[in-house]
C-alpha cells in the first residue's frame, strides 16, 4: 500500500508565499526521486520541481529562483517552498514519487491525489 499525503495548499496574495509538503508511506524501494507536478482548469499538466535522495533538484523556467524544493530522507517527505507566488501559479499540485529525476510525468509512478494553490490578485 503504497500513498502520498499532500498538504499546504490554500489561499495566498500576490507576492505571497506557500509552503507544500508530500510524506510517503508505504515500501517503494525502486523510487528516490519526489517532485511536483500542477495543473490548471483547461490546461496540460506540466512539471514544477524534483529532487533525487541524493539532493539534486530540478525546476521548472517558470519557478527557478521563486520555489525551493527539499526533503527529509528519514521522514520519506519533501518540501516545496513557494514565494513570490503569482496569478499563474494557480493550480492543483500534485506529488509524485518516481525512479529517475526527470521532467516528464511518464518517469513517475505514484502520485497524490493533489492540493489547490490559489494566488489572488
Known amino acids: 500500500q503504497v500513498q502520498l499525503v499532500e498538504s499546504g495548499g490554500g489561499l495566498v496574495q500576490v507576492g505571497g508565499s506557500l509552503r507544500l509538503s508530500c510524506t510517503g508511506s508505504?515500501?517503494?524501494?525502486?523510487?528516490?526521486?519526489m517532485g511536483w507536478f500542477r495543473q490548471a482548469p483547461g490546461k496540460e499538466r506540466e512539471f514544477v520541481s524534483a529532487?533525487?535522495?541524493?539532493?539534486?533538484?530540478n525546476y521548472a523556467d517558470s519557478v527557478k529562483g521563486r520555489f525551493t524544493i527539499s526533503r527529509d530522507n528519514a521522514k520519506n517527505t519533501n518540501y516545496l517552498q513557494m514565494n513570490s507566488l503569482k496569478p499563474e501559479d494557480t493550480a492543483v499540485y500534485y506529488c509524485a514519487s518516481g525512479g529517475i529525476l526527470t521532467k516528464r510525468a511518464v518517469g513517475y509512478d505514484y502520485w497524490g491525489q493533489g492540493t489547490q494553490v490559489t494566488v489572488s490578485s
Open positions: 508505504g515500501r517503494i524501494f525502486s523510487n528516490s526521486v
Open positions: 529532487i533525487s535522495w541524493s539532493g539534486e533538484t
